[in-house]
Protein backbone atom coordinates (compact mmCIF):
# COMPACT_ATOMS: atom_id res chain seq x y z
CA UNK A 1 0.00 0.00 0.00
CA UNK A 2 0.94 3.69 -0.43
CA UNK A 3 1.93 5.82 2.43
CA UNK A 4 -1.42 7.65 1.44
CA UNK A 5 -3.71 4.73 1.43
CA UNK A 6 -1.97 3.56 4.71
CA UNK A 7 -2.51 6.99 6.33
CA UNK A 8 -6.45 7.21 5.15
CA UNK A 9 -7.08 3.41 6.82
CA UNK A 10 -5.41 4.69 10.22
CA UNK A 11 -6.49 8.07 10.53
CA UNK A 12 -9.25 10.59 9.52
CA UNK A 13 -7.97 13.21 7.50
CA UNK A 14 -10.08 16.43 6.55
CA UNK A 15 -7.32 18.27 4.74
CA UNK A 16 -4.26 18.66 3.23
CA UNK A 17 -2.12 21.99 3.62
CA UNK A 18 1.05 23.02 1.51
CA UNK A 19 3.22 26.51 1.84
CA UNK A 20 6.32 27.07 -0.01
CA UNK A 21 8.28 30.55 0.40
CA UNK A 22 11.53 31.39 -2.61
CA UNK A 23 13.69 34.04 -0.80
CA UNK A 24 16.22 36.54 -3.03
CA UNK A 25 17.48 38.41 -0.24
CA UNK A 26 17.14 40.35 2.84
CA UNK A 27 18.24 43.51 2.03
CA UNK A 28 21.54 42.87 0.85
CA UNK A 29 22.99 41.89 -2.60
CA UNK A 30 20.47 38.74 -3.90
CA UNK A 31 21.59 35.51 -4.04
CA UNK A 32 22.41 33.64 -7.04
CA UNK A 33 19.82 31.10 -6.30
CA UNK A 34 16.97 32.12 -3.99
CA UNK A 35 16.61 29.69 -0.46
CA UNK A 36 13.35 27.36 -1.25
CA UNK A 37 11.36 26.68 1.86
CA UNK A 38 8.20 24.54 2.04
CA UNK A 39 5.70 22.89 4.76
CA UNK A 40 3.45 20.40 4.33
CA UNK A 41 0.41 19.86 7.07
CA UNK A 42 -2.04 17.81 7.59
CA UNK A 43 -5.24 17.96 9.96
CA UNK A 44 -6.70 14.80 11.33
CA UNK A 45 -9.51 14.06 13.89
CA UNK A 46 -7.95 13.36 17.31
CA UNK A 47 -9.69 10.23 18.69
CA UNK A 48 -8.05 11.27 22.14
CA UNK A 49 -9.54 14.64 22.26
CA UNK A 50 -11.61 15.59 25.28
CA UNK A 51 -10.43 12.38 27.27
CA UNK A 52 -7.35 10.82 28.92
CA UNK A 53 -5.87 8.20 27.60
CA UNK A 54 -3.19 6.71 28.77
CA UNK A 55 -1.62 4.72 25.89
CA UNK A 56 -0.96 6.72 23.11
CA UNK A 57 0.13 4.19 20.81
CA UNK A 58 -2.95 4.27 18.08
CA UNK A 59 -1.44 7.20 17.03
CA UNK A 60 2.10 6.68 17.15
CA UNK A 61 2.04 2.78 15.00
CA UNK A 62 0.68 4.07 11.97
CA UNK A 63 2.77 7.50 12.23
CA UNK A 64 5.35 6.56 9.68
CA UNK A 65 3.10 7.13 6.95
CA UNK A 66 2.66 10.53 8.10
CA UNK A 67 6.01 10.80 8.09
CA UNK A 68 6.60 9.45 4.63
CA UNK A 69 3.13 11.52 2.99
CA UNK A 70 4.39 14.82 4.55
CA UNK A 71 8.21 14.14 3.24
CA UNK A 72 6.74 13.56 -0.26
CA UNK A 73 4.44 16.48 0.00
CA UNK A 74 7.21 18.79 1.28
CA UNK A 75 9.67 17.97 -1.07
CA UNK A 76 7.75 17.78 -4.31
CA UNK A 77 7.09 22.05 -3.11
CA UNK A 78 10.79 22.64 -3.63
CA UNK A 79 10.85 21.59 -7.45
CA UNK A 80 13.26 18.90 -7.72
CA UNK A 81 16.06 20.51 -6.05
CA UNK A 82 17.36 18.80 -2.56
CA UNK A 83 16.63 18.83 0.71
CA UNK A 84 19.64 20.42 2.97
CA UNK A 85 17.20 21.47 6.29
CA UNK A 86 14.61 19.97 7.84
CA UNK A 87 11.87 20.29 10.80
CA UNK A 88 8.31 18.83 12.35
CA UNK A 89 5.67 19.73 14.44
CA UNK A 90 2.21 19.98 15.01
CA UNK A 91 -0.76 21.43 16.89
CA UNK A 92 -3.33 19.77 18.91
CA UNK A 93 -7.03 21.86 19.18
CA UNK A 94 -8.04 22.64 21.96
CA UNK A 95 -9.72 19.37 23.03
CA UNK A 96 -6.63 17.80 22.81
CA UNK A 97 -3.00 17.45 24.51
CA UNK A 98 0.22 19.04 23.26
CA UNK A 99 1.27 15.31 23.93
CA UNK A 100 -1.18 13.46 21.20
CA UNK A 101 1.13 15.85 18.75
CA UNK A 102 4.21 14.47 20.23
CA UNK A 103 2.99 10.56 19.75
CA UNK A 104 2.31 11.09 16.16
CA UNK A 105 6.01 12.62 15.63
CA UNK A 106 8.34 10.60 17.62
CA UNK A 107 11.14 8.07 16.23
CA UNK A 108 8.46 6.09 13.98
CA UNK A 109 7.24 8.87 12.12
CA UNK A 110 11.29 10.72 12.12
CA UNK A 111 12.54 7.71 10.83
CA UNK A 112 9.85 7.39 7.77
CA UNK A 113 10.44 11.38 7.33
CA UNK A 114 14.19 11.16 7.07
CA UNK A 115 14.26 8.61 4.67
CA UNK A 116 11.19 10.17 2.40
CA UNK A 117 13.94 13.61 2.19
CA UNK A 118 16.71 11.91 1.11
CA UNK A 119 18.03 10.84 4.37
CA UNK A 120 19.82 12.73 7.17
CA UNK A 121 21.97 12.22 10.04
CA UNK A 122 21.15 14.77 12.38
CA UNK A 123 17.88 14.46 14.94
CA UNK A 124 15.23 16.23 13.69
CA UNK A 125 14.08 20.05 15.57
CA UNK A 126 10.41 19.74 16.57
CA UNK A 127 8.17 21.65 17.80
CA UNK A 128 4.34 21.75 19.48
CA UNK A 129 1.75 22.75 21.44
CA UNK A 130 -1.92 23.12 21.87
CA UNK A 131 -3.83 25.98 20.32
CA UNK A 132 -7.09 27.21 18.61
CA UNK A 133 -7.66 27.14 14.74
CA UNK A 134 -5.61 30.17 12.76
CA UNK A 135 -2.17 29.38 15.64
CA UNK A 136 0.17 30.20 13.37
CA UNK A 137 3.30 27.14 14.29
CA UNK A 138 6.80 28.64 13.24
CA UNK A 139 8.66 25.14 12.63
CA UNK A 140 12.29 25.13 12.85
CA UNK A 141 14.93 23.70 10.68
CA UNK A 142 18.52 22.65 10.81
CA UNK A 143 20.98 20.87 8.63
CA UNK A 144 19.86 17.55 8.26
CA UNK A 145 23.35 16.18 8.84
CA UNK A 146 24.34 18.20 11.98
CA UNK A 147 22.71 20.16 14.25
CA UNK A 148 25.38 22.49 14.86
CA UNK A 149 25.56 24.59 11.30
CA UNK A 150 24.42 27.62 12.55
CA UNK A 151 23.62 29.22 9.42
CA UNK A 152 20.64 26.17 8.76
CA UNK A 153 18.84 27.20 12.22
CA UNK A 154 15.74 29.31 10.96
CA UNK A 155 11.74 28.22 10.38
CA UNK A 156 8.83 27.89 8.34
CA UNK A 157 5.49 29.40 9.67
CA UNK A 158 2.38 28.05 9.02
CA UNK A 159 -1.09 28.83 9.81
CA UNK A 160 -4.19 27.08 8.77
CA UNK A 161 -7.27 29.37 9.15
CA UNK A 162 -10.02 26.58 10.09
CA UNK A 163 -7.86 24.05 12.39
CA UNK A 164 -6.93 22.64 14.03
CA UNK A 165 -10.59 22.39 15.11
CA UNK A 166 -10.81 21.54 18.90
CA UNK A 167 -11.00 17.98 18.39
CA UNK A 168 -8.31 17.76 15.70
CA UNK A 169 -4.22 17.48 15.70
CA UNK A 170 -2.74 19.62 13.06
CA UNK A 171 0.75 17.73 11.70
CA UNK A 172 3.45 19.38 9.58
CA UNK A 173 6.91 19.06 8.19
CA UNK A 174 9.47 21.87 6.84
CA UNK A 175 11.96 21.84 4.51
CA UNK A 176 14.46 24.09 3.08
CA UNK A 177 17.28 23.98 0.06
CA UNK A 178 20.06 25.52 2.30
CA UNK A 179 20.72 28.01 5.14
CA UNK A 180 19.64 31.95 5.51
CA UNK A 181 20.25 33.67 2.85
CA UNK A 182 22.32 36.54 3.80
CA UNK A 183 24.09 34.23 7.09
CA UNK A 184 27.35 35.49 8.54
CA UNK A 185 26.83 34.62 12.11
CA UNK A 186 29.79 32.04 11.78
CA UNK A 187 29.77 28.70 13.01
CA UNK A 188 30.42 24.95 11.62
CA UNK A 189 29.89 25.22 8.02
CA UNK A 190 28.28 22.92 6.06
CA UNK A 191 31.55 21.02 4.49
CA UNK A 192 33.23 21.22 8.18
CA UNK A 193 29.90 19.14 9.02
CA UNK A 194 30.48 16.90 6.20
CA UNK A 195 34.15 16.73 6.46
CA UNK A 196 33.72 15.66 10.21
CA UNK A 197 31.35 12.97 9.23
CA UNK A 198 33.72 11.31 6.68
CA UNK A 199 36.34 10.81 8.79
Known sequence: MTSASDIESAYQVRAWFGVVQEIKHEGGTPAAEPLVKAAAAVLIKNPFAGKWVQDLAPLTAPSAALGVELGRRAIALLGGRAVESYGKGGIAGLAGEQEHVGACITTVFGNALREAVGGGAAWISS?????????????????????????????????????????????????????????????????????????
Open 127 to 199: VTKTAAAGTAIDIPLAFKDELYVRSHYDAVTLSVPDGPRPDELLICVAVATGGRVHQRVGGMSVAEALEGRTR
